[in-house]
C-alpha cells in the first residue's frame, strides 16, 4: 500500500494505492481547498496553511498511514537528457554532482541530484550512460517535506511530478510499437509535459503555466468575476 501525495497550488491530494498480483487498486482519494497563496508556482510558501489543508485531507479521507510518496513539480526541477562516462551505479551516484556540476543552473552544494539512466552508449573512444538529470532546489524540497512533517506525515520518497504523470496515464507499451506519446498534465500554476516511448522518459518539462492564466484572461478580457470565469 502507498499513499502519494500532491501539493498543488489550488489544493492538496492524495491518493492510497495497493498493488496485488501487479495490478494497482485504487483504496481512498481525496483533495482538500488551499487558500490564494499557501503555494506559488509549485513552491510552499506558507507551511502552515498547507499543514493545516493536509490534516483536513486525511481526516476526511481517511487514509490508513501517514507515510507518503511526494510529487514535486516546479521552477525549481531541472530536467535534461545527458550523456556521463559509464560506471558502476553506486560510483556514480557518488560522483555525480562532480560530473554535472557545469550543467545544473544552481549551485551545485543547493541540489538534490538524481539521475535515471536510459541506454549505453559506446564508441571507439568512449563509453557513457545517456540519461535523464534531474536536479531540485534543496530548500524548495525541504519546504514541502516540512509542511508533510508539521501535519504529522512522514515523506519517505520524493518522486518528480511528471514520472509519476507518466507511470499513471501514459499508454503501456512496453514495445514501444505506437511511437512516441506526449503526456500533459495540467494544473492550476504548472503544467507538467513528458515525452515518453514504450514508457520510456525521453523528454521532461515543466511549464509555469495553467488554469488559473485562462481564468485570469477570461476575467480581463470579458470584465467579470473571478468565481464565474473558472
Do not use: Y
Amino acid at each position: 500500500t502507498a499513499i502519494g501525495l500532491d501539493i498543488g497550488t489550488s489544493s492538496v491530494r492524495a491518493a492510497q494505492v495497493t498493488v496485488s498480483k501487479g495490478t494497482a487498486v485504487l483504496d481512498r482519494f481525496g483533495q482538500v481547498g488551499l487558500p490564494p497563496g499557501a503555494v506559488r508556482d509549485g513552491e510552499v510558501a506558507d507551511p502552515d496553511a498547507v499543514a493545516d489543508a493536509l490534516k483536513q485531507l486525511w481526516a476526511s479521507a481517511k487514509f490508513t498511514k501517514k507515510d507518503v510518496v511526494l510529487g514535486i513539480s516546479n521552477q525549481k526541477v531541472f530536467v535534461r537528457l545527458v550523456d556521463v562516462p559509464w560506471m558502476p551505479s553506486g560510483e556514480l551516484k557518488a560522483s555525480l554532482k562532480f560530473q554535472v556540476a557545469d550543467l545544473v543552473p544552481m549551485p551545485i552544494e543547493e541540489a538534490v541530484l538524481d539521475f535515471v539512466p536510459l541506454d549505453e552508449i559506446v564508441t571507439d573512444s568512449a563509453r557513457n550512460l545517456r540519461g535523464l538529470l534531474v536536479a531540485a532546489s534543496q530548500d524548495m524540497v525541504l519546504g514541502a517535506i516540512r509542511a508533510c512533517q508539521k501535519a504529522g506525515l512522514k515523506v519517505t520518497t520524493a518522486d518528480l511530478t511528471p514520472f509519476a504523470v507518466l507511470r499513471s496515464a501514459g499508454t503501456s507499451d512496453p514495445l514501444g510499437l505506437s511511437g512516441p506519446e506526449a503526456v500533459v498534465d495540467v494544473g492550476a500554476r504548472v503544467t507538467n509535459i513528458v515525452v515518453h516511448e514504450g514508457g520510456v522518459p525521453k523528454f521532461v518539462r515543466i511549464l509555469l503555466l495553467g488554469g488559473d492564466d485562462i481564468t485570469g484572461a477570461i476575467v480581463e478580457r470579458l470584465g467579470m468575476p473571478v468565481g464565474e470565469a473558472e
